[in-house]
């Protein structure tokens, strides 16, 4: 595997620790606090890191289905921050979470999940 491979899934890994510790947060608190939005959005900045790393050392096409499942994931957690950050400013720190918000920070954190199994599995199986 490239060097390059290699340093983008160890920052891909470190994206997902730190969007689990933002996501289980807001899911087991049902608020958004300082520390959901810092590792939210800390996340995002390593995912869009490991992302940019990995088109550049792949020699296969942009638009493999790992990599239309890996811009989705991308897609909706970048979503996702936009809204718990808006939602944030909007009512404030320790504020209980709307519903649809919960749900939707559940749905987009497991399709990420989802697309960093299965880019797992595919490293795993060549």
Known sequence: MKTLTIIAATIVTLAL???SIGIITEQRKRVIINRVLIFLSIGVFLDITS???MIVASENSMFTLHGLLGYSSLALMITDAFFLW???LKH???KKVSGALHI???IAFTWWVIAYITGSLLVALR
Do not use: A
Request: net charge positive; aromatic share 20%.
């Open 17 to 19: 620790i730190s969007y």
């Open 92 to 94: 404030g720190s320790g």
């Open 86 to 88: 808006r939602y944030r």
């Open 51 to 53: 992302t940019i790393m």
């Open 104 to 106: 939707y920070s559940r």
